[in-house]
């Protein structure tokens, strides 16, 4: 059937509005993280950043990347579309050789940054712990918050890679106390929720190198400890899918070798000689055993964490006390409150000490539930 004229008209009509809706998706899009990562090692390496035409960045480097990179300043071009680029300048993508050349130089060791976590206004909630840990048959009376003091802390910013079937990388950040216990854990490239500033309020003197490596030590503990837990999530996942490719592989080979055998088994009972069909099926099972031998190997985990920055933490803490009162039932509750969140910890049980989220009236005393007898 011959379409009419008209039909075809509007059908390269159709089809054109097709092409100039598409042409906007297909065009290439830089990650935003991307931008936002290079900003902040180039102004933590020391450079200066300043803002050009059309979303260009003009960086003025810093000493050390000056000499590294034979050049005062580079102008940074981050539109995948911009047919040319100004003169020196560099297009700056992931895979481009800006962008290498900046991951590579940020690849060399860990940065590290002074920062000072910022105060909220007020430091706690109005009500205190009540909304971090309720209460029953007990009311809370009036919290008092203990003045804000500054403590050292540290992040770590780590890359993970994993490799073998789906190749995967996360960031993550840990946050260590002074003494390197582990505070908090987080996916991404940033603390969440905190805003900073740059250098190390109230804490005059930065860590020496013996600190800092007692606590790259302790940071490389911490991460092993989560890397083990991804990996076995992630060989969870990862087995499935390897255990589907080889049922598919098997069940390929195995009705393959059932009709050779079957071929054998018709001829010989023709009377023919079946030497060779007993190799075909013997050579089957042997390249069967080497395509698995590839499944599994191209599915084996191999997993590598990468750590690029160290932030040395400034970071607002207070003491906050508070009452409990049920009768005549008075209990002192303490806790600490994280005051760049403005959010108390859990507060300790009056019985036994561990982080409650409940209190309870217990046979005059204040406990936690699973201290407190039924
Ligand atoms: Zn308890």
């Given at each position: ?54 979303g260009d960045w003009e ?65 706690a909630p109005a009500e ?232 309870v009236r217990s046979r ?11």
């Open positions: 059937m011959i379409a009419s004229a008209a039909t075809q008209r509007r059908r390269a009509r159709a089809a054109a509005a097709a092409v100039r809706a598409a042409a906007p998706a297909a065009a290439p899009v830089l990650h935003p993280e991307w931008r936002a990562f290079v900003g902040r090692w180039l102004e933590a390496a020391g450079c200066t950043v300043r803002d050009a035409a059309r960086v003025e480097l810093s000493p050390a990347l000056r000499r590294r990179w034979r050049r005062q300043r580079v102008r940074l071009v981050f539109d995948p579309s911009r047919p040319t680029l100004p003169r020196g300048a560099w297009f700056t993508a992931p895979g481009s050789g800006g962008g290498r050349k900046i991951l590579e130089a940020a690849l060399e060791e860990p940065l590290v940054t002074r920062r000072t976590a910022l105060a909220q206004v007020p430091g205190g712990l009540a909304p971090v840990c309720r209460v029953r048959g007990l009311a809370w009376a009036a919290p008092r918050l203990g003045p804000v003091r500054y403590e050292r802390r540290f992040a770590f910013h780590g890359v993970v890679t994993r490799w073998g079937g789906l190749p995967a990388q996360e960031s993550w950040v840990i946050l260590l106390d002074a003494d390197g216990g582990l505070l908090e854990t987080a996916i991404g490239s940033a603390l969440p929720e905190v805003r900073p500033r740059e250098g190390l309020y109230q804490i005059a003197d930065a860590l020496d190198p013996d600190g800092r490596a007692r606590m790259t030590a302790a940071a490389r503990e911490h991460f092993a400890r989560l890397l083990d837990e991804r990996e076995r999530e992630w060989e969870r996942a990862v087995s499935r899918l390897r255990d589907d490719e080889l049922g598919r592989l098997g069940a390929f080979f195995s009705a393959r070798i059932e009709e050779e055998e079957e071929r054998l088994r018709r001829r010989s009972s023709n009377g023919e000689e079946g030497d060779l069909e007993q190799g075909d099926a013997t050579s089957l099972k042997l390249e069967w055993e080497r395509r698995a031998a590839e499944v599994q190997q191209r599915w084996a985990l191999r997993t590598e964490l990468r750590v690029w920055g160290i932030e040395e933490w400034s970071w607002p803490v207070a003491d906050l006390e508070q009452e409990l009162k049920a009768g005549a039932v008075r209990v002192r509750v303490a806790s600490r409150v994280d005051v760049a969140r403005g959010r108390p910890a859990l507060p300790g049980c009056p019985s036994c000490g561990a982080p409650a989220e409940m209190l005059g005393a204040v406990a936690c539930v699973r201290c407190a007898p039924e």
